[in-house]
Structures are given as structure tokens and as C-alpha cells.
């Protein structure tokens, strides 16, 4: 995963408005007004031209891809009275999912999952107004097509409900885009698992790494993401109906479900670690036991022909015609009866276990 440096230099004032240093520069903004009978979707190239939808009837849903322009963030902020907090969160990327009640408007953080070279989570930024939804990313694409497509067809509740349900749509739609990443996961642990079993290297102990990192991350966006939909059920800012908070309780349940998967991948992964020792282990016994079993052949053939070796004037062996044959038979015996030896111990793979 790529590390952002997502946070502002030390010591400057509270609510200083710094963008990342890499960050995307915004090309448009992206705007969708509606009501139940009429959708609006234009792009606009600044702020002013957003103010005319503020007090209009219906729902505005602005969306700012890139965070490299800090003026945008604070036109945005002005025009809708954004809390100063709220966006300098919305510059430091590195947020924990949380939700920030400000009461004329909810502040929101989600991480948003991708994957190019290597899985990267993304912040998203949502405030929710009485008649407004903002979203603010990193750089686009993006996982919410599909909220757009309902409201462009007016499929569903979503063009009747409030701002509220459009929040809703979106946090739902960005925690059910993990379990793409969560079947990814899970193909990847199996195929490391049958790898571990059958012949495990140092490119297994690798990739098992990988994805025990992937799987932490995506885990620092789960884990904080219970609680924050879980204080949107609770909370009792007028801004989130009933309606919308029994909605909510089917995301809660999503984003239940996604830890439980992850824990369960985190524990393979962990028994996958022992399972890769223990393979290396074996591994390392059975070689230390074929060179044990060829040391130890290999003694007494050695005391033999070291025997026979010494310079001694009177040894009667030297002089018989049948001294050179004997001693090999005596070898050759010998490596055989160790070898049978070692075969009904066990030793070499056949005969009764020690």
C-alpha cells in the first residue's frame, strides 16, 4: 500500500487550510440537484456558480474530486457554512472514520477502497445539511455510480427521501464496495494456503505478508466505521430521520459483517505464518535426516578403509590374494544391513515408526 503524507506542517493554527503535497488538482465540480419530479447534473468550474442551488427546492449534491485546491475548500465552506474544523479534516487525509455533529450540519469521514497496483484506501469527506449533501475524495474515480444512476433513473426511494437518505446511499454503496476487496482477499489466503502446504518459498513468505498488510488496512477502516454508524443511530440531530437511521441499520450490519470476514482472514493468516514455519521446519529435518543417514553409513566404511590405510609393516591382510574383495564384500554388507536397518525403523520412509 502507498503511504500518503496526509497531514499538515507542525505548529501552524487550527482550521489552517493545507492540502497534501500530491494531491489531485480538481478539474470540475461535479453538482446533481433534484427533486422528486426533476434531476439537474452539471459540472461547474467554481464555487459562485453552485450559490444559485443553495436556497433552491429540492436536494444538491455537490461532489469535489481532488483535494489539491484549497480555495475550493474554502469557498464551499463559506457558501455553506461549513464548520473551519471540519475542513481541515477534509485536507488531512489520514482521518479515522468518525462522525462529527456540528448542529446545522453532520461531518463525515469514510475510507473508500481501491485497487491499481496494490490496494490504497481513500478518505471521503461527507457533510450532510438540511438540504445539501458535499462529498469530498481524493481523486477520482470513484464507487458511486451507482447512487448516480439511481437518481438519474428515479429507481427507488432515493429522489422522495431527504438529503439524509442520500448520505445513507452513499455510505452504504462505499461499504458494500469492500466485499469485492474482501473475495479478493479471501482467493488470495486460499491459494496461499494450498502454497504453505505443498511447497512453501520465500515468495510465499512474501505474498503471505502482503496480504496480512492489506488485510490491517482495510481493518484501521472497518473497525472505527462500526462506531461511527453506530453514533449515527444514536444520534438525535434532527438532520438524520427515523426513516433513514432503519436504513442505517442494515449499513451497520454490513459493516458487522465485513469485520467478522476480516477477523476470520486475519486468523488464517496467522495459523499461515505457523504453517510456512512448521513447512520450513520439516523441510529442514528431512534434509538433516538424509545426511544423517548417509553420515552415519558412511562411519564405519571409513573406519575400514582407514584401517587399511595405516603404513604398518606386519598386517597379514595385505598379503592375502583375497584381502582386496573381502574388504569390499564386508562394506558392501555392512551399507546394506544399515540401510535395511534404517528401513524398518523407519527411517527412510518404509517399515514400523519409532
Known amino acids: ?8 506542517p507542525p505548529g501552524l493554527p487550527p482550521s489552517t487550510l493545507v492540502g497534501p503535497s500530491d494531491a489531485y488538482i480538481p478539474k470540475s465540480i461535479h453538482l446533481l440537484h433534484y427533486t422528486a419530479d426533476s434531476l439537474e447534473e452539471t459540472d461547474v468550474a ?3 456558480d453552485i450559490a444559485r442551488y443553495k436556497d433552491k427546492e429540492g436536494i444538491t449534491w455537490v461532489n469535489v474530486d481532488g483535494l489539491g485546491n484549497a ?51 481513500e478518505q471521503t469527506s461527507i457533510f ?40 445513507h446511499a452513499i455510505v452504504d454503496t462505499i461499504v458494500d464496495n469492500y466485499f469485492p476487496f474482501l473475495e479478493r482477499l479471501g482467493e488470495a489466503v486460499e491459494e496461499l494456503e494450498n502454497e504453505v ?9 512474501a505474498r503471505v505478508h502482503d496480504v496480512r498488510h492489506d488485510l490491517l488496512d482495510v481493518r484501521r477502516c472497518t473497525w472505527p466505521l462500526r462506531d461511527a454508524v453506530s453514533s449515527l443511530l444514536r444520534n438525535e440531530n434532527p438532520l438524520v430521520g427515523r426513516t433513514t437511521q432503519l436504513y442505517l441499520r442494515d449499513c451497520y450490519d454490513h459493516v458487522v459483517l465485513v ?22 521446519s520439516n523441510r529442514l529435518n528431512e534434509v538433516i535426516k ?65
Open 1 to 8: 500500500m502507498r503511504r500518503k503524507k496526509g497531514y499538515k
Open 46 to 48: 467554481f464555487v459562485d
Open 71 to 121: 480555495d475550493i475548500i474554502r469557498e464551499m465552506g463559506e457558501l455553506f457554512a461549513l464548520h473551519p474544523l471540519a475542513l481541515e479534516d477534509v485536507l488531512s487525509v489520514q482521518q479515522r472514520p468518525k462522525v462529527d455533529d456540528y448542529g446545522s450540519h453532520i461531518y463525515i469521514v469514510i475510507r473508500m477502497l481501491r485497487y491499481e497496483e496494490a490496494l490504497e484506501t
Open 128 to 167: 450532510l445539511g438540511p438540504n445539501f449533501v458535499l462529498t469530498f475524495q481524493e481523486r477520482p474515480p470513484d464507487c458511486l455510480e451507482p447512487v448516480r444512476e439511481r437518481l438519474r433513473n428515479g429507481v427507488g426511494p432515493l429522489r422522495r427521501q431527504g438529503p439524509d437518505y442520500l448520505m
Open 197 to 205: 502446504i505443498a511447497r512453501p518459498t520465500r515468495r510465499t513468505l
Open 259 to 280: 469485520i467478522d470476514v476480516l477477523e476470520t482472514y486475519r486468523e488464517l493468516i496467522g495459523q499461515l505464518m505457523e504453517v510456512y514455519v512448521s513447512s520450513v
Open 290 to 354: 538424509v545426511l544423517t543417514v548417509v553420515a552415519t553409513i558412511f562411519i564405519p566404511l571409513t573406519f575400514v578403509v582407514g584401517l587399511y590405510g595405516m603404513n604398518f609393516r606386519w598386517m597379514p591382510e595385505l598379503d592375502w590374494p583375497w584381502g582386496y574383495p573381502a574388504v569390499w564384500g564386508v562394506m558392501i554388507l555392512v551399507t546394506v544391513g544399515m540401510l535395511l536397518f534404517f528401513r524398518h525403523k523407519g527411517w527412510l520412509g518404509g517399515g514400523k515408526e519409532y
